[in-house]
T-cell receptor, first 116, second 113 residues
Framework: SQQGEEDPQALSIQEGENATMNCSYK?????LQWYRQNSGRGLVHLIL?????REKHSGRLRVTLDTSKKSSSLLITASRAADTASYFC????????????????FGQGTILTVHP | SQTIHQWPATLVQPVGSPLSLECTVE??????LYWYRQAAGRGLQLLFY??????ISSEVPQNLSASRPQDRQFILSSKKLLLSDSGFYLC????????????FGSGTQLSVL
């Protein structure tokens, strides 16, 4: 089944504005992770939120998780042109408490463009 | 510190030719290793993963195979490439039974013509 479907597919904002991306998933998870990918490059891990957490912060990043709605959001505050990239959410492949060996399932991503 | 190397960065191959992509990890032992494929503008699809030498699990039936001849070496192969094998291939590593972070290589853009 599809996990980690992000919306919007593309987001265009001005520097200094906040950017919010959403992710929905279908099955139980141990954790949900967000990754960033610059064009033509590998993915870089941004932040992880566990299934028993509701909100997490890291610098200008804020992630929320609503397990009842099976959804997460990533907020980037005070965006910069350097934040331009694709952002992916990823969920582990096991049911809660199981062993996944890191088999993450990625969504289709949100392409964020920040205009200077 | 740990690093992951993946090569080549780009590859153009004719249909029916063989393929070998290599990925190596430095600075850690017994990593979990993964091959993902990314179609243009799309998310990542897990192809293979390995939790130890010689241990390969395939996630989707396809024209590709993977091998792990050494602890920190992961190879993606094909005997005869198809047009549909084109894409961006990413190698990644993680640790433990429940990875909390994957580290990705820089990717190989494969074009099969």
């Amino acid at each position: 089944s599809q996990q980690g479907e992000e919306d919007p597919q593309a987001l265009s904002i001005q520097e200094g504005e906040n950017a919010t991306m959403n992710c929905s998933y279908k099955t139980s998870i141990n954790n949900l992770q967000w990754y960033r990918q610059n064009s033509g490059r590998g993915l870089v891990h941004l932040i992880l939120i566990r299934s028993n957490e509701r909100e997490k912060h890291s610098g200008r990043l804020r992630v929320t998780l609503d397990t009842s709605k099976k959804s997460s959001s990533l907020l980037i505050t005070a965006s910069r042109a350097a934040d331009t990239a694709s952002y992916f959410c990823a969920t582990d492949g096991s049911h809660a408490g199981g062993t996944s060996y890191g088999k993450l399932t990625f969504g289709q991503g949100t392409i964020l463009t920040v205009h200077p | 510190s740990q690093t992951i190397h993946q090569w080549p960065a780009t590859l153009v191959q004719p249909v029916g030719s063989p393929l070998s992509l290599e990925c190596t990890v430095e600075g850690t032992s017994n990593p979990n290793l993964y091959w993902y494929r990314q179609a243009a503008g799309r998310g990542l699809q897990l192809l293979f993963y390995s939790v130890g030498i010689g241990q390969i699990s395939s996630e989707v039936p396809q024209n590709l195979s993977a091998s792990r001849p050494q602890d920190r070496q992961f190879i993606l192969s094909s005997k005869k490439l198809l047009l549909s094998d084109s894409g961006f291939y990413l190698c990644a590593w993680g640790k433990g039974e429940t990875n909390e972070k994957l580290f990705f290589g820089s990717g190989t853009q494969l074009s099969v013509l």
